[in-house]
Nanobody, 123 residues
């Protein structure tokens, strides 16, 4: 059974940085980071395909970086210049194919999810 486990969340002041990690898989699948802020729907943040190509939601590009270490089987999300509005539970998700479709922000694209890790950014 596939299990994903996020780590690295915590509390940080605005302008700070955090790096999230997710134990992933031995194979290079399409993988994504999502987040869910209080009172809001879960939203896709960034995605990386089996070849390492990345896509970000426009509003976060430049501050967040998604990466994958196939040797270590981890999916990472480096978050810089954090803002209070980045406060959310962050989830990693894994698809069933190596490629990521244009509809990567649709949750149904992912078969496996982690339990989430809390990120809190204070002003």
């Amino acid at each position: 059974q596939v299990q994903l486990a996020e780590s690295g969340g915590g509390s940080v002041q605005a302008g700070g940085s955090l790096r999230l990690s997710c134990v992933a898989s031995y194979r290079p699948y399409c993988m994504a980071w999502y987040r869910q802020a209080p009172g809001k729907e879960r939203e896709g943040v960034a995605v990386i395909d089996g070849d390492g190509r990345t896509t970000y939601v426009d509003s976060l590009q430049g501050r967040f970086t998604i990466s994958k270490d196939n040797a270590k089987n981890t999916l990472d999300l480096q978050m810089n210049s954090l803002k209070p509005e980045d406060t959310a539970i962050y989830y990693c998700a894994r698809g069933l194919t190596s490629s990521c479709p244009n509809t990567w922000r649709d949750e149904y694209m992912y078969a496996y999810w982690g339990q989430g890790t809390q990120v809190t950014v204070s002003s």
